[in-house]
């Protein structure tokens, strides 16, 4: 089985600083990561992913995240937020192999102001 | 293209009605999945459908809870003898599998159940 950790329920940022959302993971077998974004009364959105390869990957709105098999974190990062940005982001993993069912984490809230 | 659609978008229900979702996947999209959001207890995986092969049903929390899919494509989940507990968001997303059996889920808008 596998589990996701999303430690921050809430990240309050100024617009324009960085920010850094953390996930770690547990898990017995190789598993995909990503990240999805929800606003308001929306559905998920992909924002990026880690199947295989580098582990830096870039993602939509200027997002990126990077896989650390070692510290088994898959942790996201913006270097200068905006105010668009607010949202509740969510970490996933799935097994790598077949169609495989996702796990969450409990979200972060992001959340952009002035 | 189109992405995954889902209806209703909002549900009223009472409680010990039965209610019908309904899911429309990206079309070619082999996988279907069902997952609930709710305030206690984050995003679940409820069941999916892979294919011509037999369901994994082992989301699903009770026997009140069940889905098909139809001909490949649309999935409906029916609720029976709704409960207030049961009172979430219903997420529906699909999946194409890639090179090398990689694949990545796309997200309908959800369907809003609120059971009174």
């Known amino acids: 089985a596998q589990s996701v950790t999303q430690l921050d329920s809430q990240v309050p940022v100024f617009e324009e600083a960085p920010v850094e959302l953390r996930c770690n993971y547990s898990?017995?077998?190789?598993?995909?990561l990503f990240w999805y974004v929800q606003y308001p009364n929306q559905g998920l959105q992909l924002l990026l992913k880690?199947?295989?390869?580098?582990?830096l990957v870039k993602g939509i709105n200027g997002f990126e995240a990077e896989f650390n098999k070692s510290q088994t974190s898959f942790h996201l990062r913006k270097p200068s937020v905006h105010i668009s940005d607010t949202a509740e982001y969510f970490c996933?993993?799935?097994?790598?192999?077949?169609?495989?069912?996702?796990?969450f984490g409990t979200g972060t809230r992001l959340q952009v102001t002035l | 293209g189109a992405g995954v659609s889902q209806s209703p978008s909002n549900k009223v229900t009472e409680k010990g009605k039965d209610v019908e979702l309904r899911c429309d996947p990206i079309?070619?999209?082999?996988?279907l999945y069902w997952y609930r959001q709710s305030l206690g207890q984050g995003l679940e995986f409820l069941i999916y459908f892979q294919g011509n092969s037999a369901p994994d049903k082992s989301g699903l929390p009770s026997d009140r809870f069940s889905a098909e899919r139809t001909g490949g494509s649309v999935s409906t989940l029916t609720i029976q003898r709704t409960q207030q507990e049961d009172s979430a968001v219903y997420l529906c997303?699909?999946?194409?599998?890639?090179?090398?059996?990689?694949?990545?889920?796309?997200f309908g808008p959800g369907t809003r159940l609120l059971v009174l």
């Open positions: 996933a993993v799935s097994r790598t192999g077949t169609a495989s069912k996702l796990t």
């Open positions: 079309s070619g999209h082999t996988a």
């Open positions: 997303a699909s999946s194409s599998r890639g090179a090398g059996g990689r694949e990545t889920q796309y």
């Open positions: 898990s017995s077998v190789s598993v995909y």
């Open positions: 880690y199947l295989s390869g580098s582990t």
